[in-house]
């Protein structure tokens, strides 16, 4: 047995920590690498696997047990809700905050910050299983002070210089607005692919995203196993993200039947240089 | 939070391996303590709250991918047959075992096998809430050989000589029992208590057992609030274990709130002091 747990991953974007999938143990982690349940707003699970979902169980009633009391929004697969309400029926829990689930069933925008967004995407996998796209809301231009203050724009203005507009002085002086404001801090995006088979139209849905998160259950080798288990290939997984445009990718979801990770990375990285293996308790920064 | 996992236990007689609960973690705890899974024929449930049972869902899966094929059989409180069902479905699951449910319905004889037998009995939590007793079945005499021989008892009475029979001899002479056996060795007992409020009643399923497995959640000084919440304390546990005339008593089930156990066996010790506490990880012999 290897000592790789199931799938759980933690988001940090607008100042809101998101949880993506939710295996066994994923509590006992989050404690291990001091990641505190209770800022957790919002469960996204991909699909009805154990592996990816088993642990949410525990977490769900842990964080009655510590009294929480804000809403918790779980974003899942449909069948999942009954499952739940019956585990707490049988155990007579009544969660000490509210829980709002919300079935997966359609794709486009799940959830809207005021600093992101969340959308959902189909996936290729044996049962029904979905994708995430998180995203940075576009960011406003920075007003240079100095420099607004030396044309003559208003502080009434900035609002409008932030949004990208010009200054129309009293005097018939156009202040163009790149003069006086720095471009707009990058809006950044992470895409988690779940578990899906090598499947090109997954492109449209992670375009240009700045980190990738694509499974690679198996190497090339084993390209056939991929394709019968709907799962892929470290060079499958790389080709997505060189025709998506993906700026970088991470590779995860490995077969615990292998114990050498190194040639997965070997291999994607001869489609796609800028590849990572996912690491349990390592963080990775989107820019 | 303390680093002890939920509850369960693994109790090695006739040839088997029984599992008691199964808390979240428990197979990656079997891993660490080097247990393997595929012994296990058994696993009895005591009830269905989180602690006790969600490490159940992954165990089963893995028994599967690991392509068991050998009969398990469940026995736990009946809801759970629907909730296992259903979360199979969902995830598309056709097990590799057949897989036996078990209802625990009523008091009384669960599992024999040739050299033991389980019974299942009620015990007091805030839901339907099963202890189990496993006991060991009576033993046969042992023959001493060189003496049967020097009195002339042939060897195919051994059998009944087991049995405790005396020898009618052909010259008129019986030749008694005892004088050509040892005794049986001593048929063990083990019971685990569950989840459970104080009760005397119980002591009548657990008389004169060998080593008696009582939760006690709090100690004393907390023994409203053990009450309200259904469980006990080292103190009763302890009066549990003297009243029902058992030969040894494990404690267990402490709350996270303790982080020093120790409080626990003194209180437990001035009552009936051949009390232990159970430390994860630890085999306790049944003698």
């Known amino acids: 047995m290897h000592d790789r747990h199931p799938t759980s991953q933690v988001l940090t974007m607008d100042d809101q920590t998101f949880l993506i999938d939710c295996g066994e143990g994923t509590q006992v982690q989050m404690n291990r690498f001091k990641i505190r349940r209770s800022r957790i707003n919002n469960i996204f699970i991909s699909h009805l696997h154990g592996d990816h979902y088993f642990g949410l169980f525990g977490l769900l009633n842990s964080l009655s047990l ?3 009391t804000e809403d918790l929004h779980l974003f899942a697969p449909a ?3 009954s499952i739940l309400k019956e585990v707490f029926r049988v155990a007579d829990t009544r969660l000490s905050y509210p829980l709002f689930f919300h079935p997966l069933d359609q794709e486009g925008q799940i959830w809207e910050g005021a600093k992101a967004t969340v959308s959902a995407f189909r996936v290729f996998h044996r049962i029904d299983c979905w994708g995430f796209l998180f995203r940075e ?4 231009r920075k007003v240079d002070i100095d420099k607004a203050r030396e044309y003559g724009v208003p502080a009434s203005f900035y609002p409008r210089l932030k949004e990208g507009s010009d200054y ?3 005097d018939g002086f156009l202040v163009k607005n790149e003069w006086v404001t720095k471009p707009a801090p ?12 090598f499947e090109p139209s997954l492109c449209q849905y992670v375009k240009g995203v700045d980190l990738l998160y ?13 394709r019968l288990r709907f799962h892929s290939t470290a060079s499958q997984a790389a080709r997505i993200a060189s025709q998506a445009g993906a700026k970088r990718l991470l590779l995860g979801h490995f077969s615990s039947k292998y114990t050498d990770l190194d040639p997965f990375l070997t291999e994607a990285r001869t489609v796609f240089p800028n590849t990572e293996l996912s ?7 989107v820019s």
């Open 66 to 68: 510590i009294s929480r």
């Open 79 to 81: 069948p999942l809700e």
């Open 137 to 140: 809301k576009e960011k406003q």
């Open 168 to 170: 129309d002085r009293n």
């Open 186 to 197: 990058h809006a950044r995006s992470y895409a988690f692919c779940a578990d899906t088979l």
């Open 214 to 226: 694509h499974e690679s259950t198996y190497l090339e080798e084993q390209a056939e196993k991929a």
């Open 279 to 285: 690491v349990e308790g390592t963080t990775y920064l």
